[in-house]
């Protein structure tokens, strides 16, 4: 069953899909920006399961959905990480 | 515990950990509002995986209107989060663009200054203030950036020309460049100034110090100047050696016959002493191309010791009867005469060069013309500044009461070619000389003058303790000779008097104004001639070929080669195509009789 604060997450995170893709130029130049995106996209890409799974395929894509939360907050951590205590990509700003 | 639990739990303890990490290395390298914004993000992802951790472990379900809330603001974040990059991304290359401005402006090595054009309510230009300026600007300048940015030309500057403000108003409000040479006086150095407008109402000026390449031309053109001098000087030798064969053979026609009449006329007849001025101003006139020769060829001169006060009182009666009578002329001369180490015909020239210009000076009104000789001693003070040696010096000094000289022009009196009269009516030429002349003789001339007052020349010349050598006595009574000889000139005149002259010695002559002809009479009979006088430059046969053509007929001939003036011939040319004997005209009858006698007799000069 589809649940409306999931089609409200799924608009806002293509909304910010969009946005990186727009000014994708300028987002490369943010300190291990590969990292953030992808993590963004996992983000992304369990919200797309969520609605989904309303749909069909409850249980396994439901399983997927929470891992893609999983993989995007670790890759933030990652993230983090590399850009505080010194990552070699991306501007010094 | 089932796997999404695990998961959530996963994604709970990740997003806390990127948090702490964030936490702990606040002060990296973002901005801070990426770091609240990514803080936030973290925080809002720890607490919907929190929820979920409830929800899906079964706990409770009362946190998922919460969960629900965080899970929209989640995106939104983001978006904030990804907006602050950017901003901080512009923020970041506006600083890096002006701080390579920075470095552009301030690293260069011409100067820069920046300024705002101020206009009043007609919009006309009436100042400009200082926006920025470089290092080089203050360098070149001498003005610091801190004490004039924000201020105005006019405060800076205040007796800056008005012009500039109207130029750089120009460029500030039409945008338009403009490109050009400036001297700045205060400065004492030359610059090229580029002025653009960056926006309407500034302006820009760029400028390089060109002051070396600016001394550099300067020093070029001074070159070539001296160059075309000296191209002209050789122009003058060139037209003097041109006109001096012609001048001399006149002059030779002149001197032979004054003397001629001069031995017909008896002593007690006036004539006399007119024909005795003749030749005396002939003899003058030779010496005066000599002279115009060497000044124009830098030969030779013949300096002598010799007694000052002769040659100026001598030149004092030349100009009394030259000068109008409405000129007084004072002289102050002293009895007894200093000796100087001069070419006397020289010191003539300078003399009369000088009265010349006084009496003109003083013409129109009249006036007075003084002449004065002195002698000195020149310490350092005196010697210095006219370049002079110290010891002691004879000072001529020639005054008039003329209309003087203007003090622009006083600095130019000497350069050749400069003249305050009339096209044609004066070559410019007078005072250079006088200068060179005074300049040969170790001398220095100095020039005082005031506009309506009058005009005073001082010629230092420096004494000499050497006694001068007493002139030659001509030998009143002439060698002569019963030879003969064959006399060759194509000038008639000359011809005719040469005959005469050489008759009147007791030789016998025979005469033409054909060197062909010469040489087929000199070949009917080789031997019928003890002596050959022949002129150089004649039509047909040269004289040097007419030497080498008798040379081959009878090689021991002796000859004489006579002319007004070649640039082909002297003695030593003469020696060398086999001549005996070299006559310049022209001469007086005494070194014809002399040398004719020396040759006949053998002895070769």
Known sequence: MIQENEIVM????????????????????IPEWQILV???????????????????????????????????????????????????????? | MNLIVIFDLITFCTSLAALIILLIGWKCALSRDVKLLTAGLFVFTSLYSFCLVLEWSGITQVFDPFEDLIGALIPMWWAFIFYSFLQQLVSHDLRESEERYRTLISEMLNGFALHEIMVDNNHKPYDY?????????????????????????????????????????????????????????ELDKYFEVLAY????????????????????EEERERLEEQLRQSHK?????????????????????????????????????????????????SLRAKDVVRQLLSFARKTDQKRKPVKINPIITDVLKLLRSSIPTSI?????????????????????????????????????????????????????????????????????TVNDTGHGIAPEIKDRIFDPY???????????????????????????????????????????????????????????????GKERMLFVDDEESILKMGRQRLERLGYKVESTTSPIEALELFRSKPDQFDLVITDLTMPKMTGDKLVKEILNIRPEMPIIICTGFSEKMDGEKAREIGASGYLEKPHEKSDLARMVRQVLDGKNE
């Open chain 1, 38 to 93: 992808l993590g963004l996209y996992f983000l992304l890409a369990g919200w797309v399961l969520t609605v989904i799974e309303g749909f069909f395929w409850r249980s396994p894509l439901n399983y997927l959905e929470h891992l893609s939360y999983a993989c995007s907050s670790t890759l933030m951590a990652v993230w983090c990480w590399r850009v505080v205590f010194g990552g070699k990509q991306g501007t010094k700003l």
């Open chain 2, 328 to 396: 007084e002329i004072r002289s102050n001369i002293p009895k007894e005469s200093q000796i100087i180490f001069a070419d006397p015909t020289q010191i003539n020239q300078v003399m009369i060069n000088l009265c010349t210009n006084a009496a003109q000076a003083v013409e129109e009104d009249g006036g007075i013309l003084e002449i004065s000789l002195d002698s000195m001693t020149l310490d350092e003070s005196t010697a210095q500044p006219n370049e002079l040696s110290l010891g002691q010096y004879v000072k001529l």
């Open chain 2, 197 to 216: 407008s960056p926006q309407k109402g500034q302006f820009a000026t760029v400028f390089t110090d060109i002051t070396d390449r600016k001394l550099a």
């Open chain 2, 418 to 480: 400069f003249t305050t009269r009339e096209f044609g009516k004066g070559s410019g030429m007078g005072l250079a000389m006088v200068q060179g002349i005074v300049m040969n003789h170790d001398g220095a001339i100095t020039v005082e003058s005031e506009v309506g007052k009058g005009t005073t020349f001082n010629i230092f010349f420096p004494i000499v303790s050497r006694e001068p050598v007493p002139e030659i006595t001509i030998d009143e009574d002439l060698p002569t």
């Open chain 2, 129 to 185: 203030r200082f926006l920025e300026v470089n290092l080089a600007f203050e360098e070149m300048t001498g003005l610091q950036g801190v004490d004039i940015v924000g201020k105005t030309i006019l405060e800076v500057l205040p007796k800056i020309e008005p012009h500039w403000i109207e130029t750089y108003g120009e460029v500030a409000l039409t945008e338009k460049s403009i490109r050009f040479e400036n001297y700045s006086q």
């Open chain 1, 10 to 29: 799924l608009i806002l995170g293509g909304g910010v899909f969009i946005f990186t893709l727009v000014c994708q130029m300028r987002i490369k130049r």
């Open chain 2, 233 to 281: 000087m050789e122009a003058i030798g060139t037209l003097t050696g041109g006109i001096a064969h012609d001048f001399n053979n006149m002059l030779g026609i002149i001197l032979g016959n004054t003397e001629l009449a001069i031995d017909d006329v008896p002593e007690w007849n006036p004539a006399r002493l007119n024909l005795e001025e003749i030749k005396i101003a």
